[in-house]
């Protein structure tokens, strides 16, 4: 167990829809980062945020958004969300803005239908 | 130059074998190059991780080699076990800039027992 967890674990829902995934860093950790697995592209950076502010982006679409909290959880929206978005979204946390050591929640997997 | 390649996509070893994982990486500027080991329906869990500074790193029965000058980097996990039955990624990752793992494609290690 990373000590970071992630809800929900499992998310149907249909296309155009809008959903929210929540992830809570493990205690102390101020980075939280965003990725995409899917069978065809792998594992995708989407964002990074410390301490409340994002620090990068990666190849996250314009329908998606995040934000981290100030109690430090973050949250992923996905929204007008298409076949295509069906994957595995992990969050990763670590101490610093230097993600060297990042350890992973244990994900939230959408069904997009 | 953002991307790491890895090899093999699958791996078959026998129990007590030997299993190699390689990968390359273009981008110099990478220090930190990670492994993460992920089971069925679990997030990336980090094995073991090395700086260019050092040519190999062991820890238990799995090891890292880096040829820096290659730009090749290699898991080996010794004595491999059933239980070692897992996608193995591979990711580098860098100081400045953003601070994100690119991870490699991932490889499917089935240890037969």
């Known amino acids: 167990d990373s000590g970071v967890t992630q809800t929900p674990k499992h998310l149907i829902t249909a296309t155009g829809q809008r959903v929210t995934l929540r992830c809570s860093p493990r205690s102390g950790d101020l980075s939280v980062y965003w990725y995409q697995q899917s069978l065809d592209q792998g594992l995708q950076f989407l964002i990074h945020y410390y301490n409340g502010e994002e620090r990068a982006k990666g190849n996250i679409l314009e329908r998606f958004s995040a934000q981290q909290f100030p109690d430090l959880h973050s949250e992923l929206n996905l929204s007008s969300l298409e076949l295509g978005d069906s994957a595995l979204y992990f969050c990763?946390?670590?101490?610093?803005?230097?993600?060297?050591?990042?350890?992973f929640g244990p994900g939230t997997r959408l069904t997009v239908t | 130059q953002q991307q790491v390649k890895q090899s093999p996509q699958s791996l078959i070893v026998q129990k007590g074998g030997i299993s190699i994982i390689n990968c390359a990486y273009e981008?110099?500027?990478?220090?930190?190059f990670p492994w993460y080991q992920q089971f069925p329906g679990k997030g990336p869990a980090l094995l073991i991780a090395?700086?260019?500074?050092?040519s190999e790193k062991k820890e238990g029965r799995f090891t890292i080699s880096f040829n820096k000058s290659a730009k090749q980097f290699s898991l080996h996990i010794m004595d491999s076990q059933p239980g070692d039955s897992a996608t193995y990624f591979c990711?580098?990752?860098?100081?400045?800039?953003?601070?994100?793992?690119?991870f490699g494609q991932g490889t499917r290690l089935t240890i037969n027992p």
């Open positions: 981008n110099t500027a990478f220090d930190y």
């Open positions: 090395i700086r260019p500074d050092v």
């Open positions: 990763a946390s670590s101490p610093r803005h230097v993600g060297y050591e990042q350890y």
């Open positions: 990711a580098a990752n860098r100081d400045q800039g953003a601070q994100k793992l690119v």
